[in-house]
């Protein structure tokens, strides 16, 4: 059965890292407001343990698509019969090692060398530009099956110019918020990928039961640790001696004895958790 590779492209700060954290259920991406954080290619299987299903990358932002898109048109022109791939091939053998064009080289260097699907996502509270169509139309150049994704975080006050931008150079676009989403729609846009790719479809529908069979497996463990912490904290016991004929010794001692089942109460509560 075909693994699929999905990278999950785009311009910098559009909330690609956060989108394959929700997705993936790694906890150890990193993740920053300013947006750059990520400046390599960075692979996370779905689900994490046992038998890869899918694998997501996590790719740097573009930085000049505009000019990398507007070389590989001009060779094309130059070079008649030539496809889009083959543009990019052109554009990795000129720019490669040039220290120009860097981002473009990571993200479409990994997305052939892995024949990955393509997920372009869109912040939707960042002007949309047109530049933005430079980044589309360089990823349609690859020939990779490709989807949009725009991520409706903070007031999403460009959805509406992204949507159709987005709409005019892919076949299918989804929504979602990248940091807020429940599970459900998380694998709601898992189940989307099945139709980059037919032969992807069983690897993807597996890749869903497995994370919705985790959560199941996670919702019970919680259930477990809640119930052995009522009965632990519920059962818990201090005796305290004190003098009875001393002014104020019980008063003093029911205060050590509450203090001191305050104290098991929160140990028990942070090992539950």
């Given at each position: 059965m075909t693994v699929?590779?999905i990278?999950?492209v785009g311009?910098v700060?559009?909330?690609?890292?956060?989108?394959?954290?929700?997705?993936s259920e790694?906890?150890?991406?990193?993740?920053?407001e300013q947006?750059?954080?990520?400046?390599?290619?960075h692979?996370?299987?779905?689900?994490?343990?046992?038998?890869p299903n899918?694998v997501?990358i996590?790719?740097?932002g573009?930085?000049?698509?505009?000019?990398?898109?507007?070389w590989?048109q001009q060779w094309q022109?130059?070079n008649?019969?030539a496809t889009?791939p083959d543009?990019?091939?052109?554009?990795?053998?000129?720019?490669?090692?040039s220290?120009?064009?860097v981002?473009?080289?990571?993200?479409?260097e990994?997305v052939?060398?892995?024949?990955?699907?393509?997920l372009?996502v869109?912040?939707a509270?960042?002007?949309?530009?047109?530049s933005?169509?430079?980044?589309?139309a360089?990823?349609?150049?690859?020939g990779?099956?490709r989807?949009g994704?725009?991520?409706r975080?903070?007031?999403?006050?460009?959805?509406?110019k992204?949507?159709?931008?987005?709409r005019?150079h892919?076949?299918?676009?989804?929504?979602?918020?990248?940091?807020?989403?429940?599970f459900?729609?998380?694998?709601?846009?898992?189940?989307?990928?099945?139709?980059?790719d037919?032969a992807?479809?069983?690897s993807?529908?597996?890749?869903v039961?497995l994370l919705?069979?985790?959560?199941?497996a996670i919702?019970?463990?919680?259930?477990d640790?809640?119930?052995?912490?009522l009965?632990?904290v519920l059962s818990?016991?201090v005796?305290?001696p004190?003098?009875?004929?001393?002014?104020?010794?019980r008063e003093?001692?029911?205060?050590?004895?509450?203090?001191?089942?305050r104290?098991?109460?929160?140990?028990?509560?942070?090992?539950?958790r």
């Amino acid at each position: 059965m075909t693994v699929p590779q999905i990278a999950v492209v785009g311009f910098v700060n559009a909330g690609k890292s956060s989108l394959v954290a929700a997705l993936s259920e790694h906890g150890d991406i990193a993740i920053d407001e300013q947006g750059g954080t990520t400046r390599e290619c960075h692979a996370y299987t779905c689900p994490r343990s046992g038998e890869p299903n899918l694998v997501l990358i996590d790719t740097p932002g573009f930085q000049d698509a505009r000019h990398a898109n507007a070389w590989m048109q001009q060779w094309q022109d130059a070079n008649a019969g030539a496809t889009g791939p083959d543009s990019v091939r052109a554009f990795l053998r000129e720019f490669a090692d040039s220290g120009r064009f860097v981002n473009e080289v990571r993200v479409l260097e990994t997305v052939l060398s892995c024949a990955a699907g393509l997920l372009y996502v869109a912040h939707a509270d960042r002007r949309y530009r047109t530049s933005h169509d430079a980044e589309m139309a360089l990823l349609a150049r690859t020939g990779q099956p490709r989807m949009g994704v725009l991520n409706r975080v903070g007031r999403a006050r460009h959805a509406g110019k992204w949507q159709d931008a987005m709409r005019s150079h892919f076949g299918k676009v989804v929504e979602i918020d990248a940091v807020h989403a429940s599970f459900a729609q998380r694998m709601d846009l898992f189940a989307s990928f099945t139709g980059l790719d037919d032969a992807w479809a069983p690897s993807i529908r597996r890749a869903v039961a497995l994370l919705r069979g985790d959560r199941r497996a996670i919702h019970q463990r919680a259930a477990d640790a809640l119930g052995d912490l009522l009965v632990e904290v519920l059962s818990v016991r201090v005796e305290v001696p004190f003098a009875a004929d001393a002014p104020g010794a019980r008063e003093r001692a029911e205060e050590r004895a509450c203090a001191t089942a305050r104290q098991r109460i929160a140990a028990a509560t942070t090992a539950a958790r």
